[in-house]
């Protein structure tokens, strides 16, 4: 008899730690409200459509906030020295989580802790970075997505320069402090070889330099703009597309929000489908999935938008070949 009340409380010992590791965080959840933040270097104006677009994916997935969910937010507001001073709030609050927007985002994060699961999103080369040595195990507390993709910069370019065919000296516009920069760099550079163009770099950390790179593009005589991905170019999307135009000068963009703000062209993933899909990361783990068990996932698809109201105020005809190339044209 005792034999047998032995082994039954060892298959219930199994059972038990069977059923709880797993279970674990559910019974946390119903208990309280998980509490997650996300650390942007931009500002809540531009990030409003991404942080909807992923309230969204945390909604579909029974996230509701207030009810089992908090998130933190902490924006830098294009001011990247900042992030880690916000990054260390986010974990004085205990965060069981932290989304991190952008490469400078991520790596304040990881700065701060080696401990909390990260979510990146919208990130570089997280391998050229340092942060991963692997995007189908990155192990450690990092996973989530990643806008890395072969030959985006020379695709754009290759774009930028269909749409102003007579176009012989192009302005580069960037950050040097983002480490996602120098890479794009030189694949322009290796695109603008192949297209005939001479390349003009100018260096910018804050809208006073954004106003003198593009004075000093139209006093070399640039035809058009192209600005490199970084924060930034974000943050200051609506200054940069207003000073293209009053120059006349096409600006090829990053992506879909720097066109609706006025920008010529783009050429990128949804930014929009990078948050959604950072949900299920946050939704993973929250439920006991290991971040660095969890493959780091690439762009599969692109899309090229063109705003012809910018066209119309540039004096611009783009021309019929491109824009039956266009996923979306805005009139």
Not at 33 to 40: A, E, Q, R
Not at 166 to 184: G, L
Request: glycine share 8%; proline share 6%.
């Amino acid at each position: 008899m005792r034999r047998f009340g032995l082994v039954f409380q060892f298959l219930c010992g199994l059972t038990f730690g069977a059923l709880s590791a797993p279970l674990a965080v559910e019974g946390q959840v119903a208990g309280r409200p998980v509490k997650i933040g996300v650390l942007s270097p931009q500002s809540p104006a531009t990030s409003q459509g991404s942080l909807t677009a992923f309230r969204q994916g945390l909604h579909d997935l029974g996230w509701e906030e207030g009810r089992n969910i908090v998130v933190e937010f902490r924006f830098a507001d294009g001011k990247m020295e900042r992030l880690h001073d916000l990054a260390t709030e986010l974990l004085k609050l205990n965060v069981e989580l932290i989304v991190a927007q952008n490469t400078l985002g991520v790596r304040a994060a990881i700065d701060a802790t080696k401990a909390v699961p990260i979510v990146m999103v919208e990130v570089g080369d997280p391998v050229a970075t340092g942060f991963v040595t692997n995007l189908a195990h990155p192990g450690g507390n990092l996973t989530g997505l990643t806008n890395m993709a072969h030959d985006l910069t020379r695709k754009r370019l290759q774009l930028l320069k269909e749409a102003v065919p007579s176009a012989t000296r192009i302005a580069v516009i960037m950050n040097p402090s983002d480490p996602i920069v120098p890479p794009q760099w030189r694949d322009a550079q290796s695109a603008a070889k192949r297209l005939g163009v001479r390349l003009q770099r100018l260096e910018m950390r804050n809208a006073e330099d954004l106003r003198r790179a593009f004075q000093m593009a139209v006093a070399s005589k640039a035809e058009a703009v192209l600005r490199l991905a970084d924060p930034l170019s974000l943050v200051l999307g609506t200054e940069t597309a207003d000073l293209a135009i009053k120059h006349r000068l096409p600006l090829m963009v990053r992506a879909r929000p720097e066109v609706e703000m006025g920008g010529l062209m783009s050429y990128y993933a949804n930014p929009l489908d990078y948050h959604r899909r950072a949900a299920s990361y946050v939704d993973r783990i929250l439920k006991g999935a290991r971040p660095g068990d969890l493959p780091i996932e690439q762009p599969t698809k692109f899309e090229l938008l063109i705003n012809l109201k910018t066209a119309k105020a540039l004096g611009r005809t783009i021309p019929q070949t491109l824009l039956l190339r266009a996923d979306q044209v805005i009139e």
